[in-house]
RNA sequence: GCGCCCGUAGCUCAGUUGGAUAGAGCGUUGGACUACGAAUCCAAAGGCCACAGGUUCGAAUCCUGUCGGGCGCGCCA
């Protein structure tokens, strides 16, 4: 039927062909590659439908109806897809496709002999990506926050890869500056404490149980080795030393746990290392050649103005230093001149720091004159919105500094990393999402994420049956007599390619989520009104491959977003 | 004040880039296991899609305004 491309694709391709010629006669000819084939909304509707002509009425300014009559006129005429289905022009101009039983039957053969690559791409333009998301300070514990990025994060990654696309994901290190020194400074006057010293924390010192229990164990370390250094107040060197010890034990207990939740980074950037290497006032000093900053008010501002941002931005500090926004340039300016040729780079940002991406794609802008024309790769920013803890009906300000955050740990002890990343993924990134902790531990149990994984474990159960029974197949070509429930689930599973597709371009892949749930539904009805072993033989061995292509579609589904799909449960 | 995001069932949220009669889970009510797994299924109830205009064959979806909520608006990061 076809080579590589997936049942809905091949149609859609088909139905292009064959209306090219008369849309391409009326001066519109795009429209046979942007037209919407959607699953029929409602039985008698069909299995597909198109707007085509209500779309093509308005662009040529004639009765849709007749239009869509003239557009089937030419379908019909194209006789692969007469082999498919037959068509009928409905409500105001609807075309609806009503496919034929064997070309579903065959549907489902072809889809299951692409096995795990069902639904994966093959782009005509694959991407070079390197997506940076979490990228938290090494100060103290990763929180739910954190925890929605990179569940949405790692999504995003494995969605994008399945489509064909190279995709390096980057955990960016904010290891400078003021907050890391406060760190050091607090972790040198706890160290001080567990001596028995008498040491105050700074006045905006990390507070909490956590960076005392760093402390303690670099004391378990060192001993006290740096007793003199640290008090009355810490020496320099002391800062420097519990700063970088500090930020290595955070590191490492950030990777474990990003670990524990199945996010997996191929790249640990430090902030720090830029400056280790001046890259910050090397790429003002750039800047400066072009004409793209200015010295006003003791201060060197870039001016992103030009580049509609609302108002110019510092770079170099009246004192001297450069600001986080220099070495953020400089970050980007980087990422975009490594080896590897990245042509986008994705940014996953959450919603307070919005107000910052005006200026970051006018500071690429005024880059660009910098990186040669043909490899200058596209900043896209996604904004993630937050996640509000709600603890007895109430809002719950999460402070790190405070130390009253929920942390990752704590979802994970509290419900586990499947119940945790299908909720965090299965709201759209664009809106805040609400957080009860208690409820979310009550809940666990009802988690959507058991009904899809239940009924991977169901399939999972009927195939380990039929092989227990030593059931034999046999050629089902010509079955016929699909009940209503097959039918809607052969629709469901065929249209997964086409999910894929979206999760990814929107970046939205909390589709999957819903998709998941959608199938899981379509095939516990199924399971309930058609019996799989038990029916006649052709049809017992149709199902049986239906069943195996649902499970597999589930389990792709679920490992795209990081959820386990068990055998039983 | 300005900018971005949001407002859909009692609660938590989807809604395939403008499609046909608005969807799911939880909760409520009532049903279905001598059956390939009842962590399931079936049925009922529940809606001025915040509000008001506009665009068109058609709007929860796009535009304008109003109200309400979140987040920003540093020579912090």
Request: hydrophobic fraction near 40%; include cysteine.
């Amino acid at each position: 039927m076809q080579d590589s491309a997936d049942f809905i694709s091949f149609f859609y391709k088909l139905v292009s062909e064959a209306v090219r010629g008369l849309l391409a006669g009326w001066g519109i000819e795009k429209l046979a590659d942007m037209y919407t084939l959607e699953p029929a909304s409602r039985r008698g509707h069909g299995d597909l439908a198109t707007s085509m002509a209500l779309v093509a009425s308005g662009m040529i300014n004639h009765p849709p109806r007749q239009l869509a009559e003239e557009l089937v006129a030419a379908m019909q005429a194209n006789q692969g897809l007469k082999e498919l289905t037959r068509f009928e022009v409905a409500g105001p101009g609807f075309i609806n496709f009503f496919l034929k039983e064997d070309a579903l039957v065959g549907a489902v053969g072809s889809a299951l002999a692409l096995g795990t690559h069902f639904g994966s791409g093959d782009p005509d333009h694959p991407e070079k990506i390197l997506l940076e998301f979490v990228s938290a300070n090494p100060t103290g514990q990763l929180h739910v926050g954190h925890a929605r990025y990179a569940a949405y994060g790692d999504s995003l990654k494995r969605v994008l890869a399945f489509l064909g696309h190279d995709v390096t994901t980057e955990f960016y290190i904010n290891d400078y500056g003021a907050q890391m020194e406060i760190f050091g400074r607090s972790l040198a006057a706890r160290y001080a404490q567990t001596l028995g010293l008498e040491a105050e924390l700074p006045v905006d010192g990390y507070r909490g149980d956590y960076p005392r229990r760093v402390a303690a164990r670099i004391a378990g370390e060192i001993g006290d080795r740096l007793r003199d250094e640290v008090t009355p107040a810490p020496s320099a060197a002391a800062i420097d030393f519990f700063r970088e010890r500090g930020c290595e034990i955070v590191l490492a207990e950030m990777k474990a746990e990003l670990d524990g939740f199945r996010v997996d980074f191929d790249s640990w950037f430090s902030e720090a290392s830029l400056y280790a290497v001046g890259a910050a006032q090397k790429i003002v000093d750039k800047l400066k050649g072009p004409g793209e900053t200015e010295t006003r008010e003791g201060a060197l501002w870039l001016k992103t103005t030009r580049y509609g941002d609302d108002k110019d931005r510092v770079l170099i500090r009246k004192h001297g230093e450069p600001t986080y926004f220099a070495s953020d340039i400089a970050y980007h300016f980087d990422k975009a001149t490594r080896p590897q040729h990245f042509n986008r780079l994705i940014n996953i940002w959450g919603a307070d720091h919005h107000g910052y991406v005006a200026r970051m794609k006018a500071a690429m802008q005024a880059l660009e004159p910098l990186v040669p024309e043909n490899e200058r790769p596209q900043l896209e920013i996604i904004i993630g919105q937050l996640v509000n803890v709600i603890e007895r009906g109430e809002r719950r300000q999460m402070s790190k500094r405070k130390g009253t955050m929920v942390t990752l740990k704590e979802l994970l002890t509290g419900i586990g990393v499947d119940a945790a990343r299908f909720f965090l993924v299965d709201r759209s990134h664009d809106s805040a999402m609400d957080l009860d902790m208690e409820k979310a531990k009550l809940k666990s149990e009802e988690n959507p994420v058991y009904y899809v994984q239940y009924a991977h474990a169901r399939i999972c159960s009927i195939v380990r049956k039929a092989e227990a029974d030593g059931f034999r197949m046999i050629n089902y070509d010509g079955y016929s007599g699909l009940s209503n429930q097959e039918r809607q689930l052969i629709m469901d599973v065929l249209f997964f390619p086409q999910v894929v597709d979206g999760a990814g371009r929107m970046r939205e892949p909390h589709r999957l989520t819903a998709y998941g749930r959608a199938l899981a539904a379509s095939f516990h009805v199924f399971y309930h009104n058609c019996p799989v072993l038990g029916a006649e033989p052709q049809a017992a061995s149709f199902r049986l491959d239906l069943c195996r292509l649902v499970r597999s579609t589930i389990a792709t589904s679920l490992e795209l977003i990081g959820v386990s799909a068990p055998q039983s449960m």
